[in-house]
């Protein structure tokens, strides 16, 4: 999630910038240019992820459940649990986005106003669930880490060394 962690990081510095102290923007109009281009590269920078994403969250939860209890970071269920419901609401903004375009008229394509601004409402409208990944996603890592560091029960137990004898010869 480096991408959209990036993308945040200049939103944040854009946002900064062009806001006044009370974090109203100077103008309107290219604050929410901006903010969409923001969404939009978030989405972007999503998309790699998405298809293998449940797989991902399956996998940590198994690894998560494995893990002795000493090693579990609190947090990390709870994080899990974030990460899945934002991809639920993902996934079903993804199939209202599929049914607004296919609704479109035929002469809505990429470039036009009916397309580009239903594109924008539907990365508006991903944009929280996609930050939420991109908050939480490193979760999935740190428990991927902690699974690898742990002792399998299958694996061999370290061989012993025999303690030495220190009776004196004679």
């Given at each position: 999630?480096?991408?959209?962690?990036?993308?945040?990081?200049?939103?944040?510095?854009?946002?900064?910038?062009?806001?006044?102290?009370?974090?109203?923007?100077?103008?309107?109009?290219?604050?929410?240019?901006?903010?969409?281009?923001?969404?939009?590269?978030?989405?972007?920078?999503?998309?790699?992820?998405?298809?293998?994403?449940?797989?991902?969250?399956?996998?940590?939860?198994?690894?998560?459940?494995?893990?002795?209890?000493?090693?579990?970071?609190?947090r990390?269920?709870?994080?899990?649990?974030?990460?899945?419901?934002?991809?639920?609401?993902?996934?079903?903004?993804?199939?209202?986005?599929?049914?607004t375009?296919?609704?479109?008229?035929?002469?809505?394509?990429?470039?036009?106003?009916?397309?580009?601004?239903?594109?924008?409402?539907?990365?508006?409208?991903?944009?929280?669930?996609?930050?939420?990944?991109?908050?939480?996603?490193?979760?999935?890592?740190?428990?991927n880490?902690?699974?690898?560091?742990?002792?399998?029960?299958?694996?061999?137990?370290?061989?012993?060394?025999?303690?030495?004898?220190?009776?004196?010869?004679?």
């Open positions: 999630m480096t991408d959209s962690k990036k993308i945040l990081d200049a939103w944040d510095a854009y946002s900064e910038a062009h806001t006044d102290l009370d974090g109203w923007p100077h103008d309107d109009h290219a604050y929410g240019l901006r903010a969409s281009q923001r969404d939009a590269d978030t989405l972007t920078a999503f998309e790699p992820l998405r298809y293998g994403a449940r797989h991902l969250l399956d996998t940590a939860q198994t690894q998560l459940a494995q893990l002795a209890e000493n090693t579990v970071q609190s990390w269920g709870y994080q899990l649990g974030v990460l899945g419901d934002a991809l639920d609401q993902l996934d079903e903004l993804h199939e209202q986005w599929l049914e375009r296919d609704a479109l008229p035929l002469t809505a394509k990429p470039g036009t106003t009916d397309f580009d601004d239903a594109l924008a409402e539907h990365h508006a409208e991903s944009w929280s669930y996609l930050d939420d990944w991109a908050t939480h996603g490193k979760a999935l890592q740190e428990i880490t902690a699974a690898r560091k742990a002792r399998s029960p299958l694996a061999p137990a370290p061989a012993r060394v025999p303690a030495r004898r220190t009776a004196a010869r004679k």
